[in-house]
């Protein structure tokens, strides 16, 4: 049985609302609004419904508010597909696969807000579980992007079974979650230690007094650099042997590193403000869904002879 048109809207409409609060998330983290519930979760300074008195009570409320409307979302896609395509689908078993990284993503945020790891916070533990959250972030966006790219009854498709091609496929995602995981630090240490000017953040950076998060600042730019150009390159040398639509999506992705690469250029000559922090995000995550999309259109099987086609 082939997923329904109103299955796939959902799925496609689940993918689209991660993005949205994940970008809350980080206008939570930008803001230094995750204390703003105080230490209390799930209810918001002790109550389940709050009149924010500030606005940064607000935004954590807002946040928190849309995360449970993700996770109602997560369960009705799932019931949606079991009733219409049975427990052992590939789309329902990729959409419990997808919730279960949704209740995790759920978990390491109220992990932040019970552990004081929000605000001024610049313990180990946070630099730890900053990325890691952004690691699970970026999984269970892959996770909905398989949901809705199945649901919409695209070609099945096997990066395991795509020999060479799979796996510098597999490389190229790599080098894109590297790239976030130290972003996100980096977002961290510009949200603690805001500069005055470029040149007295690069002073602080080198300072041997300055604190390890600021020391590791400079790393994202030389990463995020040389891992784009990588990716460029991956998708250059891949492109022999690649359908007409599948380059398109090779192209797509190109052109939005170059944003990202203008968008970042900003970020830093304006001393990050909040609005372009979010936004550097949200192209962060556009470029993962591209990516995702791009290596499933590229190990697509062909239905003829269920081989995958691989550049010789």
């Known amino acids: 049985m082939n997923p329904s048109r109103a299955l796939s809207r959902t799925a496609w409409s689940m993918l689209t609302a991660v993005v949205v609060v994940v970008s809350s998330g980080a206008l939570v983290r930008a803001t230094n609004s995750g204390a703003g519930c105080g230490e209390s979760w799930p209810r918001c300074d002790q109550q389940l419904f709050p009149i924010p008195d500030s606005i940064e009570q607000l935004i954590e409320f807002t946040h928190r508010m849309l995360t449970s409307g ?34 995790f993503e759920s978990v390491l945020g109220a992990a932040l807000v019970l552990f004081g790891w929000v605000e001024q916070d610049a313990s180990i533990g946070r630099l730890v579980a900053v990325p890691i959250h952004l690691m699970n972030t970026f999984a269970l966006i892959a996770a909905y992007a398989l949901v809705a790219w199945r649901a919409a009854g695209r070609a099945d498709f096997s ?7 799979g796996r510098v496929l597999v490389v190229g995602a790599g080098i894109l979650v590297l790239i976030a995981a130290i972003g996100s630090l980096n977002a961290l240490a510009d949200t603690l230690f805001p500069a005055e000017s470029i040149a007295s953040a690069i002073t602080e950076e080198f300072g041997s007094t300055a604190p390890i998060l ?4 400079v790393l994202h730019p030389i990463v995020a650099i040389g891992g784009s150009i ?15 639509s599948t380059r398109k999506r090779g192209w797509m992705i190109m052109g939005i590193i170059g944003l990202q690469f203008v968008v970042g250029l900003a970020n830093i000559a304006l001393l ?41």
């Not at 600021?214 to 600042?217: E, M, P, Q």
Request: glycine share 6%.
């Open 70 to 103: 993700l996770v109602i979302g997560g369960i009705a896609l799932i019931v949606l597909s079991y009733m219409q395509l049975g427990k052992s689908h590939p789309v329902t078993r990729a959409a419990v696969i997808a919730f279960g990284f949704l209740l």
């Open 159 to 165: 990066i395991s079974n795509a020999g060479h091609r």
């Open 214 to 217: 600021l020391k590791i600042r």
């Open 230 to 244: 990588g990716i460029v390159f991956i998708i250059r040398y891949l492109d022999v042997g690649m359908s007409r």
């Open 272 to 312: 990050t403000p909040v609005e372009i922090q979010v936004f550097h995000l949200v192209i962060a995550d556009l470029l993962w869904i591209a990516y995702l999309f791009y290596m499933f259109a590229a190990t697509t099987r062909r239905v003829a002879d269920n081989v995958i086609e691989v550049p010789v």
